[in-house]
């Protein structure tokens, strides 16, 4: 199951990366590249909750393989097309908009697999292992769009779209485990507050992870290896980290700690931009992504119902990528604004800093793991008793 998973979600490690490289080649503008993920990112927020409910309804099998089709035939048209900004845009949203929901997926089916007390580990790991995403996914992106070209980057993205959301279907887990029709109207379990602070610290996480990417790139520019490296040092560095402190157990302050160590590290990065420099000062602020992302997977799940998980994680993931909207779209016009990516590392420092504050501020809201049970509340209903007379 995490292998089949992380394939299929193998290419969200490499879309902005070829979508920034292929719209600023052809349009010379890293404001437009940044308009155009942001409107893939929006169409993705809109869709993550709303596909995220349909497998309660429709099963997953049978929405990840519509979502798959669609999403596919988007981004190659992206590539293959002659477009300017707008049908640029128009297609990046569709694709967004088609996104399937392989996370809020198997993170509901994460629950059903282990006992209770594996959860939070389980989830610990999972968020330390998609950081081999984040490692090779840029390596090959960048490679393959500078030595080949950017149209062929962006149908590899097509190509492992296709195979791993087909390995993925085929898993006999998605067949086992079925999500219950939820009760609740859409968008009700944003009332619960840990649910609502995962929705938007996530979007402040992400947001200063999305406005690094474009600071690398636009350091480096889009000819050179040295940007994929850079960002794979990044992913090291979230890697060690989850896999070091992702089993401390989880209390109120846990996600304040690690966005802070993700914030000392985005702030070394403004005294030097050489490789050696930003590489060493990005591996420590990765040391905080994943094991904050792990507590907000823990958070969600041990704050709803079962049939309340996808559509949580629909949301959790909504607003990541309102987050990588608004990192992108921000760093970029700040990149072309400043003529150089200092703006860019100013933004994601910002952004990880707001995460910070809003984690110790709101702090009662979050709870406390370490002495309970991670897994999602049971669902109960109405249970019909004979009475004797």
Request: charged content about 10%.
């Amino acid at each position: 199951m995490i292998a089949s998973q992380l394939t299929a979600r193998f290419p969200s490690g490499m879309t902005s990366l070829a979508v920034l490289l292929h719209v600023e080649q052809q349009t010379g503008s890293y404001g437009a590249a940044g308009l155009v993920l942001a409107a893939t990112s929006i169409g993705q927020a809109v869709a993550g909750p709303v596909t995220s409910r349909w497998m309660g309804v429709w099963g997953m099998r049978r929405v990840i393989t519509l979502t798959a089709a669609v999403c596919t035939l988007a981004v190659l048209a992206l590539g293959l097309l002659p477009l300017n900004v707008g049908g640029y845009m128009a297609f990046g949203l569709l694709a967004g908009l088609s996104t399937p929901p392989i996370q809020s997926a198997v993170r509901t089916i994460y629950p059903k697999l282990v006992n209770s007390s594996q959860l939070t580990p389980l989830f610990s790991l999972d968020a330390s292992l998609q950081e081999i995403i984040w490692v090779l996914a840029p390596v090959v992106i960048t490679v393959v769009s500078t030595q080949v070209g950017t149209t062929a980057g962006l149908i590899l993205v097509a190509v492992i779209l296709v195979l791993g959301c087909g390995w993925f279907i085929a898993s006999p887990e998605l067949g086992r485990v079925r999500i219950p029709r939820s009760r609740r109207s859409l968008g009700k379990v944003l009332l619960k507050p840990p649910v609502m602070l995962a929705t938007i610290i996530g979007f402040l996480l992400i947001g200063a992870c999305s406005a690094v990417e474009v600071g690398v790139v636009a350091t480096f520019e889009h000819g050179s290896l040295e940007a994929g490296l850079v960002l794979a040092v990044f992913a090291v560095g979230s890697l060690v980290g989850g896999l070091s402190f992702g089993h401390i157990p989880i209390g109120p302050w846990a996600i304040a700690r690690r966005l802070l160590i993700l914030t000392l590290g985005l702030a070394l990065t403004m005294v030097a931009l050489n490789i050696f420099w930003l590489g060493g000062a990005l591996v420590i602020a990765g040391l905080g992504i994943a094991p904050a992302l792990a507590v907000l997977f823990a958070i969600t799940t041990a704050s709803v119902k079962f049939s309340e998980t996808a559509e949580a994680f629909g949301w959790a993931g909504t607003g990541q990528l309102i987050g990588a909207a608004a990192g992108s779209a921000i760093a970029g016009f700040l990149v072309d604004g400043t003529g150089g990516p200092h703006g860019a590392y100013l933004a994601a420092v910002l952004f990880a800093i707001v995460g910070v504050i809003v984690s110790v501020a709101f702090v009662r809201f979050l709870p406390d793991l370490r002495h309970r049970d991670p897994s999602p509340y049971p669902d109960t209903e109405p249970v019909t008793t004979i009475t004797p007379t």
